[in-house]
């Protein structure tokens, strides 16, 4: 999707200088016991399946803020920063770099967020397979865009769920106490 609207732009603004920036790069600095899954040597090795993490420019200027604050720098902090939204992550960061994030090799993996459950039990996936039929594309639209707050209480956004917690609404109450 991504490719496509580089593509389109190009076409529309041939002139026009394009920067692309990977929220993925913060992450490269994480050392192998952070980035590997517990999964044959082979599917790291030949297919790339490896935790990339995201969030990494906000990972990156949220860690810079919080030395500036602090009125040290970086280089001496270790700081855990919280991307928290609709996408949420966490990140360790050591002395300046990323040793650890939430987030794996696709952003739905980690901690909970507005429409998608974070780390879930794999065997749930079967399990749901099994006693449903749903197929591969079902159960990706379902933790993709109907899980996590919205899986929980219906809204997404935060300050619906505030405003619903606020006034009784107990499944809004246990999606803020979850997340």
């Keep these: 999707v991504n490719l496509l609207g580089i593509l389109a732009a190009q076409e529309l603004f041939p002139q026009a200088v394009q920067v692309a920036v990977f929220d ?12 590997r899954y517990p999964l044959p040597k082979s599917y790291y090795g030949e297919l790339g399946v490896r935790r990339y993490g995201f969030h990494g420019t906000s990972h990156r ?4 803020e919080a030395a500036a604050m602090l ?5 001496e902090l270790n700081i855990i920063v919280a991307h928290l939204g609709s996408g949420s ?3 360790a960061v ?3 770099v990323s040793i650890d994030t939430s987030m794996g090799m696709t952003p739905l993996g980690g901690i909970m967020m507005g429409t998608r459950g974070g780390d879930i039990d ?3 996936l079967f399990y ?5 039929g749903l197929g ?13 707050l919205k899986g929980i209480c219906g809204k997404s956004d935060l300050r619906d769920i505030h405003q619903l917690a606020g006034r009784g609404d107990a499944d809004a109450a246990l999606a803020l106490d979850m997340f």
Excluded: M, N, W
């Design 71 to 75: 009125g040290r720098p970086l280089a």
């Design 94 to 96: 050591e002395k300046g």
């Design 24 to 35: 993925t790069a913060f992450h490269q600095t994480l050392p192998p016991q952070a980035y």
């Design 89 to 91: 992550s966490i990140c």
């Design 128 to 132: 749901l397979a099994e006693q449903t």
């Design 136 to 148: 591969l594309d079902s159960l990706d639209v379902i933790l993709q865009r109907e899980s996590g």
């Design 122 to 124: 794999p065997g749930v």
């Design 61 to 64: 200027y949220v860690a810079g």
